[in-house]
């Protein structure tokens, strides 16, 4: 694991230079405010509230400090703010009508000597879960239509806000194909040993969708999903909106 660590290290030096040093900075904070996060929950802080709070760090850390023009960095983040809000309106009814929090069967074996007593609220818990696994791929998303939007905005500055707004939709859409299959291969990577185990033991169809375990990771990678979707309509009206205002001054 260390060798790995550093290799990773060595690597991320040699092809970014000093600027690989600011990366593994902003990484390092991310991994403490996570750890924070665990530490704090497991303290009994409020779960929703804590999670608001270490996001909007972990979003402040993964955009400004690996993005150089302001003006960019600054739309992805009221764009990342904007889906996380939307995020968390959609998950809070879903996760407490698809009851899929907590653990399922196939669990029983590994925590058959545990408590379960943890005295945190296992819905809340799983919406933490799905806002936090959404930071990376919508600010990556949000940062990458804003940059090429940008550019389109600077190399011609004669278009009109109607332009630029299509223009984020065809930036974005090429962007979304690439995006979604990441989601897609991630969920298939990791829920590979569960399948495997659902196989095993004989599960139908039926079994297979309302499992708890398979229900938590659909959720999850839908919901990741329909946050990246609505960061390129997002993005490019608020691109539109700061080209409209230099055109009226």
Not at 55 to 77: E, H, P, Q, R, W
Not at 103 to 112: G, M, P, S, V
Not at 189 to 210: A, C, M
Request: with cysteine.
């Amino acid at each position: 694991m260390l060798y790995l660590f550093l290799t990773f290290v060595v690597l991320l030096l040699i092809v970014m230079g000093t600027r690989g040093l600011t990366l593994l900075f902003g990484l390092g904070i991310n991994v403490i405010s996570v750890l924070a996060l665990l530490i704090l929950i497991a303290d009994g802080f409020n779960i929703l509230i804590t999670t608001g709070i270490i996001a909007m760090i972990i979003l402040v850390v993964a955009i400004y400090m690996n993005v150089d023009n302001t003006k960019t960095a600054s739309t992805a983040f009221k764009t990342s703010l904007l889906i996380m809000v939307v995020i968390l309106l959609v998950t809070v009814p879903l996760e407490f009508w698809a009851n899929a929090q907590g653990l399922a069967a196939e669990n029983q074996d590994e925590l058959e000597s545990f408590s379960l007593a943890a005295g945190i609220s296992y819905p809340q818990l799983a919406i933490s879960i799905i806002v936090i696994n959404s930071l990376g791929v919508i600010s990556e998303t949000s940062v990458a239509i804003t940059s090429g939007l940008n550019e389109i905005v600077e190399n011609k500055p004669t278009l009109t806000p109607t332009e630029i707004f299509n223009d984020g939709f065809s930036v974005g859409n090429k962007i979304l194909n690439t995006q979604t299959n990441t989601l897609l291969f991630n969920f298939f990577s990791s829920t590979f040993p569960l399948f495997f185990v659902i196989h095993s033991l004989g599960y139908g169809v039926g079994e297979i969708v309302n499992d708890k375990l398979v229900v938590a990771e659909v959720l999850t990678t839908l919901i990741c999903t329909i946050g990246v979707i609505l960061t390129v309509p997002i993005t490019s009206y608020l691109v539109y909106r700061g080209s409209k205002k230099v055109t009226a001054n």
